[in-house]
């Protein structure tokens, strides 16, 4: 079974969100979805001051098998990358809740939370789609 932190935000399209109590929201792609991916060798993010818009495409996540987009969660202005994924992509393999970051959001909108999965939901989507 995938790695659900009960902490965290879920989308349908296997993507987190983890808001700090200043406001900001780190995301990245769960342990299921890189799971599915298997390997991963190039991970694409939105640049540093691009905004993001929640369940919009943000990035790419490739592997060894396949490509994926990457959708937010959130919507608001990216204000931090992970910059040691351009190297070292297979971090997202090693740590998706970790190191294997993506990106950094300003939250436009904290209500926008409100319509996301919490760790059950998203367990339970998991089950239904495997």
């Known amino acids: ?5 009960p902490d965290l935000k879920y989308i349908e399209t296997h993507q987190w969100v983890r808001v700090d109590a ?3 929201a780190t995301v990245g792609i769960t342990d299921f979805a890189q799971e599915q991916l298997g390997d991963v060798v190039y991970i694409g993010v939105p640049d540093v001051g691009d905004t993001v818009t929640g369940g919009e495409e943000a990035g790419v996540a490739e592997s060894v ?3 994926s987009d990457v959708f937010s969660p959130v ?3 990216v204000i931090e990358i992970n910059e040691s994924l351009e190297d070292e992509p297979e971090k997202v393999n090693e740590d ?3 190191d294997g970051w993506m ?6 909108d ?3 939370l409100d319509g996301l999965m919490d760790a059950d939901a998203y367990a339970e ?3 239904v789609s495997e």
Not at 103 to 108: D, Q
């Open 22 to 24: 200043d406001g900001t």
């Open 110 to 112: 904290k209500g926008e």
């Open 65 to 67: 098998k396949s490509a």
């Open 96 to 98: 998706p809740y970790g």
């Open 125 to 127: 989507h998991v089950a």
């Open 103 to 108: 990106f950094k959001v300003k939250l436009a």
């Open 75 to 77: 919507t608001g202005e």
């Open 1 to 5: 079974m995938s790695e659900t932190p």
